[in-house]
């Protein structure tokens, strides 16, 4: 029904998570109505955060360049290590201005229904980091959802931790988030006080 590069644009938007035909066609069309130089923007884009975003190699957080603007800021504490499970954690965090240390993601959580194993997300990059830490690491803070992927991951890596470190001090946020919801999707004030009262596990 639609000409073929109309076609491919609704497809290519209804491929975005959230999106359904409906809406892709409706965003199709808003591109089609734009002048040449909104949707080109659009277009650069899309184009230059897939050519100038890569991840830290130290955290694995989001990075234009080598490091992410918190490895690369030297007033972090380095001593200290939250633990998150996607990119998107790290702002909500940050919004608490609760934390100093820095970030490691994992890119995922643990789960052996979906297939995902400890070798699937970067495990074994925390504890390399943790062992291999020029300033020794003092604590580690597990920010993982509250979900059952979230705990679980929580607690093979304290176990993990435990054995390889076991000067190191443990901690998991605490309660006060919402349970089986997203960190990404917390308050800033329920995610501070959450951060605030962390535990050792
Ligand atoms: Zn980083």
């Known amino acids: ?9 609704v497809t290519e938007l209804g491929r975005l998570p959230g999106i359904g035909n409906r809406t892709a066609q409706r965003l199709a069309f808003h591109i089609l109505r734009e002048s040449p130089e909104q949707a080109g923007a659009l ?9 100038r975003i890569g991840t830290c190699e130290v955290c694995f957080n989001l990075a234009e360049g080598p490091l992410c603007t918190i490895c690369a800021d030297p007033r972090r504490d380095l001593g200290v290590i939250c633990v998150v499970e996607e990119f998107g954690d790290v702002i909500p965090i940050e919004r608490t201005h609760e934390f100093r240390g820095r970030y490691h993601v994992l890119g995922g959580a643990l789960s052996p229904i979906d297939g995902i194993e400890p070798e699937d997300i970067r495990i074994d990059q925390l504890y390399a980091r943790v062992t291999g830490a020029d300033e020794p690491v003092r604590e580690i803070v597990i920010a993982t959802n509250s979900t059952t992927t979230g705990e679980a991951t929580a607690l093979h890596i304290a176990d993990g931790l435990r054995s ?13 988030l919402p349970v089986g919801g997203d960190l990404e999707y917390a308050d800033e004030v329920t995610l501070g006080r959450a951060l605030a009262g962390r535990r050792a596990i």
């Not at 277009?43 to 050519?51: H, L, M, W």
């Open 43 to 51: 277009a650069d884009a899309i184009r230059e955060v897939k050519e």
């Open 164 to 176: 390889r470190a076991p000067e190191l001090t443990v901690t998991r946020l605490a309660s006060g």
């Open 1 to 9: 029904m639609l000409a073929p590069p109309l076609q491919r644009l």
